[in-house]
């Protein structure tokens, strides 16, 4: 009896985990569904030619959110390894508050900051560009790939890069040859976050980005208002690909235990 | 060892001036906009009209948000005493695998299978029927302030069942076991033993959802167009259909004064924690 009532509640919580991802792929191979119909009248990969139709809009939108989110993980990397080493390693002046600095992107509503830099963008010419989207994805990825960068370099154990410095090895040769290579597995993993928030970020590429900067998101927020359903469903499919992938080997380096210890 | 002042300073500079032009400086820009008229003249006009056009939606937001996040924590405490005090080591192993699906989907793929799952026809309600709880005459659709919360707690309580999972493992079974030799339920354990013991890591998982939710502007946008509506869906009103930026600021300002006084309330406990000398 204790049996049935665990299988029963375990199957209404998996059909309310699972079921709207299931309801959005079949969506994404109806070609008719009409009220009251429970399921499509006619079953078919129509839509997904159209979305895979090289010169589709909805391809464009996809290789233009790739691009923007190389661009930001690339951003991202450039300043936060040598910032999280100084951070980790260096001798800073007030580092409290240039950690706080770091983590207040996290700690306030996004959007009326995004509605600000899109006001100051606005006199440099910087709305419905490239380059403007790629800076406001980047400073929201700023947040996870300082701290996990400070926290992969504080992880070394110091006596490591000293016993090479001992043998004769450069300042700069210990970084490249020795720390950096023990950091990588930490920097890797921000490297992957910053790269799939930018690509489902929507909030800054809505204020910032549209209507010139289609990416993925915006056009599946389009497709969707404008009841193109099933364009809708294929490109948050699309989207979903990476997420999941990400969420089956976030196991690998980012142990709840961990996640546990933010904020203490 | 590591480098000196000096070059630590150079090594910081460009990570530190890129958040300062690109969130510091528009943050404080969001500050000042709020109080400011179009000519630049000091005013409090923007929370006047805020205040008559929106005061409802504030409070529909609070609730919303709320809700939510009441929601989240029932549920991801749930889930997380079951993986630490359940007895069928098969159920929390599905239980385990099952809670994070919706961990990294983005919250405009998450808005957009609520729409097709919670809608009139939808797979709940069709599966209800189904079933036979109900007859499809009397299916509603889900799409209002309900939607939007159940897309909400969908999406967040994997992040905090993360946390509040993790910390839970990590917590001293000898406790818990002594409690359970003594006769006491599980949920008694869960709640009297194992929830005060967690409840920091369970504090900053809700506050960030928290703050997470009160920027979301998908959510609200797809899947319920009328009135009232949240705070988000306002501010993009204002700007994109009316150009009004002191409006949309000044409702900026009521939203980082909201996040700002549920991380009061988390900071006044922890503080509280230490004089007694509690702390974790």
């Known amino acids: 009896m204790k049996w049935v009532l665990r299988a029963g509640l375990l199957a209404v919580f998996a059909f309310f985990v699972l079921g709207p991802i299931g309801n959005l792929m079949i969506w994404s191979v109806a070609e008719q569904w009409f009220w009251p119909n429970r399921l499509p009248s006619q079953w078919g990969f129509r839509f997904w030619d159209v979305v895979f139709r090289p010169t589709g809009r909805a391809m464009e939108s996809l290789w233009l959110s790739i691009w923007i989110a190389l661009l930001t993980t690339a951003t991202c990397l450039v300043v936060s390894v040598p910032a999280g080493y100084a951070l980790a390693r260096g001798k800073l002046p007030w580092r409290p508050i240039v950690m706080l600095i770091f983590l207040l992107p996290q ?37 996870f790939s300082v701290w996990i960068a400070t926290a992969a370099f504080a992880a070394i154990d110091p006596e490591l890069e000293q016993a090479a410095r001992n043998i004769g090895a450069s300042g700069p040769r210990t970084f490249f040859e020795v720390t950096l290579p023990l950091a990588l597995p930490g920097i890797v993993a921000s490297a992957i976050f910053v790269f799939l928030e930018s690509l489902d970020e929507f909030t800054g590429s809505y204020f910032v980005g549209a209507p010139e900067i289609r990416t993925l998101p915006l056009m599946l927020y389009s497709a969707g208002a404008g009841g193109n359903i099933q364009i809708a469903a294929i490109s948050a499919l699309i989207l979903l690909v990476p997420s999941i992938l990400f969420m089956l080997l976030v196991e690998r380096f980012l142990k709840g235990e961990v996640l546990a210890k933010m904020g203490r | ?67 939510s996040t009441f929601l989240i924590a029932v549920i991801s405490v749930s889930i997380g005493g079951y993986l630490t005090l359940g007895n069928s080591p098969v159920a929390k192993k599905i239980l385990d695998w099952l809670y994070r699906w919706p961990l990294f989907v983005p919250f405009i793929v998450a808005a957009l299978c609520m729409r097709t799952f919670l809608g009139r026809n939808g797979m709940m309600n069709n599966a209800f029927v189904f079933l036979g709880f109900m007859d499809q005459e009397s299916a509603q659709s889900f799409l209002d302030w309900r ?52 409840r920091r890591t369970l504090a900053v998982g809700l506050i960030l959802s928290f703050v997470t939710m ?6 609200p946008i797809m899947l319920s167009g009328q009135s009232p509506s949240m705070l988000t869906v306002n501010m993009a009103w204002r700007i994109n259909s009316v150009g009004d930026y002191g409006t949309a600021n000044a409702l900026g300002f009521v939203s980082y004064l909201l996040t700002g006084l549920a991380a009061w309330f988390y900071l006044r406990e922890a503080v509280r924690d230490k004089q007694q000398g509690l702390t974790r």
Do not use: C
């Not at chain 2, 939007?148 to 493992?169: N, R, S, Y």
């Open chain 2, 214 to 219: 009160m920027s979301v502007l998908s959510v």
């Open chain 1, 107 to 143: 700690a306030f509503p996004n959007l009326p900051v995004y509605i600000n830099i899109a006001r100051i963008f606005f006199e440099y010419d910087l709305n419905g560009t490239v380059a403007g989207v790629v800076m406001v994805h980047a400073v929201h990825g700023l947040v």
């Open chain 2, 1 to 67: 060892m590591g480098p000196t002042r000096g070059v630590s300073v150079l090594l910081i500079f460009p990570a530190l001036a890129m958040a300062l032009a690109l969130f510091i400086y528009p943050l404080g820009y969001s500050l000042v906009g709020a109080f400011q008229d179009k000519a630049g003249v000091w005013t409090l006009g923007n929370f006047v009209r805020a205040w008559e056009l929106y005061r409802l939606d504030t409070l529909f937001t609070v609730f919303i948000v709320g809700l």
């Open chain 2, 147 to 198: 939607g939007i919360v159940i897309t909400f707690v969908w999406k967040q309580t994997p992040f905090v069942t993360l946390m509040v999972a993790g910390a839970m493992a990590g917590l001293d079974r000898s406790t818990i076991d002594a409690a359970r030799n003594l006769g006491a339920s599980r949920l008694r354990v869960l709640l009297e033993i194992v929830v005060p013991q967690i």
